[in-house]
């Protein structure tokens, strides 16, 4: 089945440092991969998606690559603010599918 | 506009009661899905609608749990002889094409079995 495996957080930052949360899969087919986030007391939003082998999400500065070679869609944001703190969720769907598989959450706390 | 709404936002009963909870979807969506957070985790389907019929149901845990969609918008989910493993945060989502990734999610139903 499908299934998705991402950093354990939590994980603190300093303003404008660098973030990175990997994230691989494992899906019969050709998935596509998101990135939800979940800010404090709101829901889940999609963040950026990806549908095809070498495919570039990118959305508020953040992005991700879908890597086939390495079932990989890691996040990465160059210089993170105080706002971006939240819970990440890496997910998958198959092409043909409806139903989201999710990773079991990310929490990020960015320090002023 | 208006977005995915559920009510209540928190519920507390006690083991063995039953529960409905309830989600309003975005006005147009035909699709519509539940999923389940257990503390600690990711979302994890349980049930997918499209218009009024459960297209896929395969995520319900066992037969206490059963969601209808009668008109084919709002959604109540049912929770029968309450388990304290049955305390999460119950998502719901919506969306025009049943497309994974094109899901808006409301803020959920934080449920907890005493």
Redesign the interface.
Known sequence: GNS?TQMEGPVTLSEEAFLTINCTYTATGYP?L?WYVQYP??????LL?A?KADDKGSNKGFEATYRKETTSFHLEKGSVQVSDSAVY?C?L?DRN?????????TTVTVRA | GAGVSQTPSNKVTEKGKYVELRCDPISGHTALYWYRQSLGQGPEFLIYFQGTGAADDSGLPNDRFFAVRPEGSVSTLKIQRTERGDSAVYLCASSVSGRAGEQYFGPGTRLTVT
Do not use: I, R
């Open positions: 998705v596509s998101f007391g709101e829901g889940l939003q999609l998606k549908t969720f997910a769907s599918d409806y139903k989201l598989s999710f990773g079991a959450g």
